[in-house]
């Protein structure tokens, strides 16, 4: 009896080395647990089946799942100290973000570094380096009305005006909030102020050359 046994425990490993070491290794032998090896990825932005997803919320709770792709509410990302902007992009949203108050009071000089590094890459391919809207996209006449920051109407510009403006784009400029996180954008503005005259020398300079 312990013979026959250990006959059927021999031919039973073989059978199993045997179809688990296949010729083609495309195509593996049985996975225990296919569900622990191979997660099931999801794409943010795949679209979804209609049938089974709805982004709908009055649907919420219905036959179909309810997703509808954005962050839950109040979540703050990631290394994001700022509070979440919600003026909304209207014209009414624009006047209202005069009111509000750049978070940072004053950043460290390596803040402020990194603030220039920020600039230079997004920002001074049209506004120029020293922000004199003469930057190589300006320069070759490739797109008009690049504001030069320097000019009194900038400087004068309320640091959540100009937030909201890179937050949801202006004019020929588009939106930034994809590229720069809040407190990055917050923090370029800060860097923005150093390259503008006080405003009391804008005043001046603006009174000289209308002589009044």
């Avoid at 400087?155 to 590229?179: E, P, R």
Wanted: positive net charge; contains cysteine; hydrophobic residues 35%.
């Amino acid at each position: 009896m312990k013979r026959i046994t250990y006959i059927t425990a021999i031919f039973s490993a073989c059978i199993f080395m045997v179809s688990s070491c296949k010729s083609d290794k495309r195509k593996p032998g049985h996975v225990y647990m296919p569900d622990m090896a191979y997660s099931r990825a999801y794409e943010s932005y795949a679209k979804l089946d209609p049938d089974k997803f709805t982004s709908n919320p009055e649907k919420r709770g219905g036959s179909q799942i309810y997703y509808d792709a954005k962050p839950v509410s109040g979540t703050i990302a990631r290394n994001e100290n700022t509070p979440i902007y919600e003026l909304p992009n209207d014209s009414t949203g624009y006047k209202m973000s005069a009111a509000i108050k750049n978070p940072f009071d004053s950043i460290s000089a390596a803040d402020l570094e990194e603030s220039k590094r920020l600039f230079d890459i997004n920002c001074a391919i049209c506004h120029g380096a020293k922000g004199t809207a003469n930057g190589p996209i300006a320069a070759a006449g490739h797109i008009g009305g690049v504001a030069n920051l320097t000019l009194p109407a900038y400087v004068d510009m309320a640091d959540g005006t100009m937030f909201h403006s890179i937050t949801y784009g202006k004019n020929n400029m588009g939106s930034y909030a994809s590229q720069l996180s809040r407190d990055q954008r917050w923090k370029v503005i800060k860097y923005i102020r150093t390259l503008q005259p006080k405003p009391a020398a804008a005043a001046k300079d603006t009174t000289a050359k209308t002589g009044k």
